[in-house]
């Protein structure tokens, strides 16, 4: 499953340089989570590195966007 940013993200920026993928763009009002780029981090750390840096917990599961562990290998 791809992340997504919620409201909750105070635009900080911190997490675009933590993602190996450059899933994360600043958006209109907020950044974003590019869900075709967003791998979760699998096979480069134990844990989503943007859901590890964010000062707001504003990163979680997309819903939308469902994937398996093979899914998010394959866009490696």
């Given at each position: 499953m791809?992340?997504k940013?919620?409201?909750?993200?105070?635009?900080?920026?911190v997490c675009?340089?933590?993602?190996?993928?450059?899933?994360?763009v600043?958006?209109?009002?907020q950044?974003?989570i590019k869900?075709e780029?967003?791998?979760?981090?699998?096979?480069d750390y134990?844990s989503?590195q943007c859901v590890?840096i964010c000062?707001?917990?504003a990163i979680?599961?997309?819903?939308d966007?469902?994937?398996?562990?093979?899914?998010l290998k394959?866009?490696?």
């Amino acid at each position: 499953m791809a992340l997504k940013i919620t409201d909750e993200c105070i635009s900080c920026g911190v997490c675009v340089y933590e993602c190996p993928n450059q899933a994360i763009v600043e958006g209109d009002m907020q950044y974003v989570i590019k869900p075709e780029l967003c791998t979760e981090c699998i096979e480069d750390y134990n844990s989503p590195q943007c859901v590890e840096i964010c000062p707001n917990d504003a990163i979680v599961p997309d819903p939308d966007h469902q994937e398996s562990e093979e899914e998010l290998k394959a866009k490696r």
